[in-house]
T-cell receptor
Framework: NAGVTQTPKFQVLKTGQSMTLQCAQD?????MSWYRQDPGMGLRLIHY???????DQGEVPNGYNVSRSTTEDFPLRLLSAAPSQTSVYFC????????????FGAGTRLSVL | RKEVEQDPGPFNVPEGATVAFNCTYS??????FFWYRQDCRKEPKLLMS???SGNEDGRFTAQLNRASQYISLLIRDSKLSDSATYLC?????????????FGSGTRLLVRP
């Protein structure tokens, strides 16, 4: 069972570089979201999507873009990486928005130098 | 004020002890509540949902107090394997939908 798959697991970027964190789920879930987790802190919501073609901002959206062209995929784009974006990023999916449990990917550890 | 607040701990308890965590939330319109467990450098995993009438799953009991806007998690007969960070999760109304907001977590250390 694949569940939620995130790639890459680790990434090092230089300031100003751009990249896309990939997230895919094979459970036909409507709701997907991206979180970041910094040391000693909980997960902060970056962006979320309640279905294909629909995205919305979370608590900390600045510096990140998302799109949801299919139900399965929800990539997160860093347009111009900054050291403040060094974090662990988790993607999650849920059968429907906000009401059900969320299934998490294994995370992407990103360092921006 | 944060939307979801937890005592960061750590709670350091001996095996066999009973320990309780609280989590407060600010939005009275929240309808769904959960406890997640996160092991070091791993992704969060659902521990249990929290129902209005309270619910129990083995050694774990979750309760909701809507009047005071907090949820609690009670762990009885603590095991070494219970050592982890426990995250409180609350859904917050957002426009015509909801979004899930995580607390910063409470760290539990169970010692032999």
């Amino acid at each position: 069972n694949a569940g939620v798959t995130q790639t890459p697991k680790f990434q090092v970027l230089k300031t100003g570089q751009s990249m896309t964190l990939q997230c895919a789920q094979d459970m036909n879930h409507e709701y997907m979201s991206w979180y970041r987790q910094d040391p000693g802190m909980g997960l902060r919501l970056i962006h979320y999507s309640v279905g294909a073609g629909i995205t919305d901002q979370g608590e900390v959206p600045n510096g990140y873009n998302v799109s949801r062209s299919t139900t399965e995929d929800f990539p997160l784009r860093l347009l111009s990486a900054a050291p403040s974006q060094t974090s662990v990023y988790f993607c999650a999916s849920s059968p429907r928005q906000g009401q059900n449990i969320q299934y998490f990917g294994a995370g992407t550890r990103l360092s921006v130098l | 004020r944060k939307e979801v607040e937890q005592d960061p701990g750590p709670f350091n308890v001996p095996e066999g002890a009973t320990v309780a965590f609280n989590c407060t939330y600010s939005n009275s319109a929240s309808q769904s509540f959960f406890w997640y467990r996160q092991d070091c450098r791993k992704e969060p995993k659902l521990l249990m949902s929290v129902y209005s009438s309270g619910n129990e799953d083995g050694r774990f009991t979750a309760q909701l107090n809507r009047a005071s806007q907090y949820i609690s998690l009670l762990i009885r007969d603590s095991k070494l394997s219970d050592s982890a960070t426990y995250l409180c999760v609350v859904n917050i109304p957002a426009d015509s939908s909801y979004k899930l907001i995580f607390g910063s977590g409470t760290r539990l250390l169970v010692r032999p």
